[in-house]
């Protein structure tokens, strides 16, 4: 589809509505951090009206987490190789190219901003959020080890990725060691 | 040795102001977040000179590793139980414990304070610190695990142990979900 027709299809305005919205969160997180800002200064940044943010995103902390899963779907979407192998290796390394680049630790700075420990409502709104984001990428996961299974191959629970792929390769970049693609592919290699 | 001995021992002083020193950043760490106060800051709360503070801890960042370090040597000691089954499922209960209570992700949020992106000094002061935090916690494991070695048994490797019961853990909690004892058993028992 080209630009025009892009931007005649209906749903259109929400779209760049959304986008302007985006990528306010994405300038005020760069530039202050979580838990700096408000709804209002998205909606001021973004040139939309608080009630819009609100209506569509409920709360603060739903947006965050939704720009969080966007961005994730962008830069380690879930790969479709043709083989297990094949969508663990390319997943793993696209995270963990993701996750040694420019604010490698978006998703554990965001985690940490949403896991308050109170029993306030903000705190709990964003203990939801943070849940409802992981439940969305353990979805995705699953689809691509269902579609392994489909195939015949045997494949891992989602949370054995987890504990066994992404996590050494989060808590290795959040203490300042280096991922080589060798290593890479034998957390890989070890759950297979 | 009771608390009258305690007081009189050579380096009485140094050891109540460095007491009074990691109160005050645990305070101020709990008060206003990593960042968000300076080495004054911390000099006036524990009624000592800046200087002092400069003088024995080189920087903030140097500081702020310090006290994490007492708290982890504190909360999750390496065990020392006569077998390395034994050593590896003591600490990583420990470590469950300590990082499912109040503020368990203090090392998390620590760790992503210090991970400046930045070129200058500070980053570069945090960023020493925490590989030296990092360091000082690996050496710790890796006489536990040469301890095991002397015994004749066979060890992992250091890197091992934070790879696939460390890392696992502490990524399950930052995204709110719950360490069982059964979990936390079976990821020792898996790398064993």
Redesign the interface.
């Known amino acids: 589809m080209d630009e025009r027709q892009r931007t005649r299809r209906p749903g259109g305005r929400s779209a760049r509505v959304g986008a302007q919205v985006h990528q306010a969160v994405t300038a005020l997180i760069s530039e202050r951090g979580y838990g700096h800002f408000t709804v209002g200064e998205v909606a001021a940044r973004a040139g939309v009206a608080d009630s819009s943010i609100y209506r569509r995103w409920g709360s603060l902390e739903d947006l965050l987490s939704e720009v969080a899963l966007a961005r994730l779907n962008a830069q380690s979407p879930m790969p479709d190789t043709g083989s297990l192998s094949g969508d663990l290796h390319t997943y793993a390394a696209n995270v963990a190219r993701e996750i040694t680049g ?2 490698g ?1 978006a998703l ?2 965001l ?2 901003a949403l ?1 308050g ?1 109170g029993t306030g409502q903000q705190d709990r709104l964003g ?1 939801q959020a ?2 409802s984001l ?1 439940d969305e990428r353990t979805r995705q996961l699953q689809s691509m080890l269902d579609r392994a299974v489909e195939r015949g191959e045997k494949a891992p629970a989602p949370l054995d990725v ?3 792929v ?3 390769m ?3 970049v ?4 280096e991922l080589t693609p060798g290593y890479v592919d034998g ?1 890989v290699d070890r759950l297979l």
Chains 1, 2 share one sequence.
């Open positions: 420019p604010d630790l554990v700075r985690a940490v896991t420990t203990r943070r849940d992981r987890l504990d066994h992404l996590a050494p989060y808590i290795r959040l203490f300042g060691m957390l």
